[in-house]
């Protein structure tokens, strides 16, 4: 029986996770933002996602990060 050979495969590339600073994997979702939009993708969906992208971050990192909205967008606007 021959040893197991280990083959290593190029990753097609890193990407590093803003918040934790780790690599996200091309099958993992991840969150990027561009020009202030939100979206959630993977790169096995779309591999140029992170194309121009501001930052990317993992989708279970995303939480802690508060994405800021314009001033005046509350939401609720309790006028009386
Ligand atoms: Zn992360």
């Known amino acids: 029986?021959?040893?197991?050979?280990s083959?290593?495969?190029?990753?097609p590339q890193g990407l590093t996770c803003v918040i934790c600073n780790d690599t996200i994997?091309?099958?993992?979702?991840l969150v990027?933002?561009?020009?202030?939009?939100v979206s959630r993708t993977?790169?096995?969906m779309e591999p140029a996602a992170a194309d121009g992208a501001d930052a990317v971050f993992h989708e279970s990192c995303a939480?802690?990060?508060r994405i800021?909205?314009?001033a005046g967008q509350d939401g609720s606007s309790s006028h009386r």
Do not use: D, H, Q, W
């Open 63 to 65: 939480p802690t990060l």
């Open 32 to 37: 990027v933002v561009k020009n202030f939009n």
């Open 7 to 11: 083959i290593l495969i190029p990753m």
């Open 1 to 5: 029986m021959p040893g197991k050979v």
């Open 68 to 70: 800021t909205r314009p």
């Open 42 to 44: 993977s790169l096995a």
């Open 25 to 29: 994997g091309v099958y993992e979702p």
